[in-house]
T-cell receptor, first 114, second 110 residues
Framework: DAGVTQSPTHLIKTRGQQVTLRCSPK?????VSWYQQALGQGPQFIFQ???????QRGNFPDRFSGHQFPNYSSELNVNALLLGDSALYLC?????????????FGEGSRLTVL | DAKTTQPNSMESNEEEPVHLPCNHS???????IHWYRQLPSQGPEYVIH???SNVNNRMASLAIAEDRKSSTLILHRATLRDAAVYYC???????????FGTGTSLTVIP
């Protein structure tokens, strides 16, 4: 049973470019959340997708957008990249209706913006 | 946003118990207390969670104060594999956002 998988694992972009990160949730999960983790900091919630719609959003600008597909996989898009967008981007999946709301995280995509 | 306060770092000797404290004085009555840990170069992983009563699982125990304004994660016998950053998180019952702080970096000394 595969866990949460993310791609790519590492990537380098320059300021102003756009990036797309991908996530496949754990088998049987229907909800995907995205987090940004800067170096030395805890993960910060970006947004959550369920039933192909953005359900909740953290304090991130509109440059951050996402999508969820019918197979529950998800993409995170970041436009007009800034140096401050350099971070580890984590995808977490869960199943709506489970009592504890436990999140399963992938190993992340490390984005470096030059 | 629900907030938690944890020490930045702690040390423990191998095979000794570890008590990781967390303060959450603004907790509301329906907030769950979750603990996750993040090993180097990995995503966070679930450790334990609770609402009001103390909880035990194969990984750890969670002791929750009677007023719920603080909690303690207890690792009964620390191993080198327990070296990680431990996050204490409040999950709002009305949503699914997890608010991570900076966590406690646990060093286990052989």
């Amino acid at each position: 049973d595969a866990g949460v998988t993310q791609s790519p694992t590492h990537l380098i972009k320059t300021r102003g470019q756009q990036v797309t990160l991908r996530c496949s949730p754990k088998s049987g999960h229907d909800t995907v959340s995205w987090y940004q983790q800067a170096l030395g900091q805890g993960p910060q919630f970006i947004f959550q997708y369920y039933e192909e719609e953005e359900r909740q959003r953290g304090n991130f600008p509109d440059r951050f957008s996402g999508h969820q597909f019918p197979n529950y996989s998800s993409e995170l898009n970041v436009n007009a990249l800034l140096l401050g967008d350099s971070a580890l981007y984590l995808c977490a999946s869960s199943l709506v209706g489970t009592g504890n709301g436990e999140l399963f995280f992938g190993e992340g995509s490390r984005l470096t913006v030059l | 946003d629900a907030k938690t306060t944890q020490p930045n770092s702690m040390e423990s000797n191998e095979e000794e118990p570890v008590h990781l404290p967390c303060n959450h004085s603004t907790i509301s009555g329906t907030d769950y207390i979750h603990w996750y840990r993040q090993l180097p170069s990995q995503g966070p992983e679930y450790v334990i969670h609770g609402l009001t009563s103390n909880v035990n699982n194969r990984m750890a125990s969670l002791a929750i104060a009677e007023d719920r304004k603080s909690s303690t994660l207890i690792l009964h016998r620390a191993t080198l594999r327990d070296a990680a950053v431990y996050y204490c998180i409040l999950r709002e019952n009305t949503g699914n956002q997890f608010y991570f702080g900076t966590g406690t970096s646990l060093t286990v000394i052989p």
